[in-house]
């Protein structure tokens, strides 16, 4: 039999671990709305909305030239922005 202060424990245990599931949901919300849209053979970065050439977007992944480098490539699809992205 478990005491009332060892139950007290227990459910604030509990609640934390909510709390941290709820966290990482939002995370994952947050990084799947940051990808850039796809529309229409287009897709539009995350930061300024600049419509990309998809195909130019997935040869320049590939490394092969296209109108951004590899490395810009992968950060556009992580969200962060591409070449056209305002300077802050
Ligand atoms: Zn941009």
């Not at 195909?55 to 556009?76: Q, W």
Request: charged content about 45%; hydrophobic content about 25%; aromatic content about 10%.
């Amino acid at each position: 039999m478990l005491d009332p202060e060892h139950e007290a424990m227990k459910r604030e245990a509990e609640r934390e671990q909510e709390r941290e599931r709820r966290l990482d949901a939002e995370y994952e919300w947050q990084l799947r709305r940051k990808r850039p849209k796809y529309d229409d053979g287009d897709y539009f970065c995350a930061v300024c909305d600049e419509p990309w050439d998809a195909y130019g977007v997935r040869i320049a992944l590939k490394g092969e030239v296209s109108d951004m480098t590899k490395d810009e490539a992968e950060k556009f699809m992580k969200g962060e922005g591409c070449p056209c992205c305002p300077k802050p």
